[in-house]
């Protein structure tokens, strides 16, 4: 009997190496996403600690009414700008994510075209095991014939 070889199999281990190379993009993309959560929640924890250190001053300078503003201000654009990297960063999850579910359906449909063909494989080398096992036992038949 014959092993089944797959025509497409080649086809196939690509699919299976381009899911797994695009889902780890996927893993990274979403390591990231969650760092600048982390980096967001840090933000605005430094943020709320410098508000605390507002309230308890009784009394302001000048300088240290400048310095708080200005340090509120840069703290609150650094908040802004990890908000857009975390923003990007979910948008080209979403990206990724298409990415991988349809390299994940063509190896599905390559798979299941590969079930089909070993089904059709296998029903062909039994009618050729099937006809071998006939004509042997007619050739058998004919043969005891004979001896009589």
């Known amino acids: 009997m014959k092993k089944f070889i797959y025509k497409y199999e080649r086809l196939l281990n690509i699919r299976e190496i381009e899911e797994k190379r695009e889902y780890a993009i996927l893993t990274k993309i979403r390591n990231q996403v ?8 840090n933000k605005k924890e ?12 009784d009394k302001f300078t000048i300088e240290e009414l400048k310095y708080f503003a200005a340090l509120l201000s ?6 802004e700008k990890i908000i857009v ?17 349809e390299i ?7 798979e299941k075209l590969k079930e089909k063909h070993r089904i ?3 029903k ?11 004509e042997l036992g007619t050739q058998k038949f004919l ?4 001896r009589i």
């Open 74 to 79: 840069e703290q609150n654009k650094e908040l």
């Open 120 to 122: 059709i494989f296998n």
């Open 143 to 146: 043969n005891n014939r004979e």
């Open 124 to 134: 062909e080398e039994e009618k050729k095991l099937n006809k071998f096992l006939d």
């Open 104 to 110: 994940s359906r063509a190896k599905k449909t390559l």
């Open 46 to 57: 430094e943020i709320n600690i410098t508000e605390n250190t507002i309230k308890n001053f």
């Open 85 to 101: 990297e975390k923003r990007d960063l979910i948008k080209k999850e979403k990206e990724q994510e298409k990415k991988v579910v």
């Open 34 to 41: 969650k760092l600048k959560e982390e980096e967001q929640i």
